[in-house]
Nanobody, 125 residues
Framework: VQLQASGGGLVQAGGSLRLSCEASGRTVNRDTVAWFRQAPGKERIFVSALFRSGYSADYAESVKGRFTISRDNVKNTIYLQMSNLRPEDTAVYYC???????????????????WGQGTQVTVSS
């Protein structure tokens, strides 16, 4: 599967952006899908994941109430709606999918073997 992330950009604090991650090569409607981010000089960290149909989404504490992950199985695309953005949200955002993720590992990078190329989000103060 190939993942193409898009939607990043420059936004002022308090603004919103919607990231998209389009999958091709196969459908990902049975995959666990996730977003991670990497700020300058820091390690890549978990942002949000959607395990499977019927399960609630998982979010990092720092984005709860501000970010929403979703998927469109018809478009084979994953989204991350980001609202009330803060300067500390500045990072490269990566989408990831995998069919073999277990529930307890949704926040672990090692659980995902398919990654998008990343899209830059910059939030100015």
């Amino acid at each position: 599967v190939q993942l193409q992330a898009s939607g990043g950009g420059l936004v002022q604090a308090g603004g919103s952006l919607r990231l998209s991650c389009e999958a091709s090569g196969r459908t990902v409607n049975r995959d666990t899908v996730a977003w991670f981010r990497q700020a300058p000089g820091k390690e890549r960290i978990f942002v949000s994941a959607l395990f499977r149909s019927g399960y609630s989404a998982d979010y990092a504490e720092s984005v709860k109430g501000r970010f929403t992950i979703s998927r469109d199985n018809v478009k084979n695309t994953i989204y991350l709606q980001m609202s009330n953005l803060r300067p500390e949200d500045t990072a490269v955002y990566y989408c990831a999918v995998d069919r073999s993720v277990i529930r307890s590992s949704v926040a672990s990078q090692a659980a995902y073997h398919n990654w998008g190329q990343g899209t830059q989000v910059t939030v100015s103060s």
